[in-house]
T-cell receptor, first 113, second 114 residues
Framework: AQSVSQHNHHVILSEAASLELGCNYS??????LFWYVQYPGQHLQLLLK??????LVKGIKGFEAEFIKSKFSFNLRKPSVQWSDTAEYFC???????????FGSGTRLQVQP | DTGVSQNPRHKITKRGQNVTFRCDPI?????LYWYRQTLGQGPEFLTY????????KSRLLSDRFSAERPKGSFSTLEIQRTEQGDSAMYLC????????????FGPGTRLTVT
């Protein structure tokens, strides 16, 4: 069965610091990976996705993620965070057979001004 | 706004009561999903419709849970004889059904069972 691990449960950064959130997955089929973000009081929104091709994918708001097949990882990065990036971030892998997403437990990011 | 909508946004019910939630997907999205999210966890898949056909159900979906999408548009999720363990956020998502597999989430219905 597929699974997603996000080892950082709570990250606190100062504005302008660099961000890297870890995501490791376990899935035996074709890998389709996503990062979703949930801002306080808002619904889940797609940040970026990887289906195939260039393993470095760019998303909205300056976020990027790198798919490293040998490490089963899909870490999220941003060179300089802003206070408005305070949110919960979820990594997910798609089960292409069931068309369902399997999510990690999320990382709560707190950016201090 | 043409995003996914869910009603009600909050529901408080007593143990043993039945509750029903509604999801209106983005129009023309033929795939619709239900997920459940508890505090400190990511969403967990419950069930999936393609048009009106329910194609997948998770083992999390006990016999007390039933979902429908009668005309391939909106969907309802009913929980019968609610238990305190059913307290969670119930999320609906829709997808256009093309090869992108992107899912667009609604705001959720927060259920509290007392």
């Amino acid at each position: 069965a597929q699974s997603v691990s996000q080892h950082n449960h709570h990250v606190i950064l100062s504005e302008a610091a660099s961000l890297e959130l870890g995501c490791n997955y376990s899935y035996g089929g074709t890998v389709n990976l996503f990062w979703y973000v949930q801002y306080p009081g808002q619904h889940l929104q797609l940040l970026l996705k990887y289906f195939s091709g260039d393993p470095l994918v760019k998303g909205i708001k300056g976020f990027e993620a790198e798919f490293i097949k040998s490490k089963f990882s899909f870490n999220l990065r941003k060179p300089s965070v802003q206070w408005s990036d305070t949110a919960e971030y979820f990594c997910a892998v798609l089960d292409t057979g069931r068309r369902a997403l399997t999510f990690g437990s999320g990382t709560r990011l707190q950016v201090q001004p | 706004d043409t995003g996914v909508s869910q009603n009600p946004r909050h529901k408080i019910t007593k143990r043993g009561q039945n509750v029903t939630f509604r999801c209106d997907p983005i129009s023309e999205h033929n795939r619709l999903y239900w997920y459940r999210q508890t505090l400190g966890q990511g969403p967990e898949f419950l069930t999936y419709f393609q048009n009106e056909a329910q194609l997948e159900k998770s083992r999390l979906l006990s016999d007390r849970f039933s979902a429908e999408r009668p005309k391939g548009s909106f969907s309802t999720l009913e929980i019968q004889r609610t238990e305190q363990g059913d307290s969670a956020m119930y999320l609906c998502a829709s997808s256009p059904g093309d090869s992108s597999y992107e899912q667009y989430f609604g705001p959720g219905t927060r259920l509290t069972v007392t």
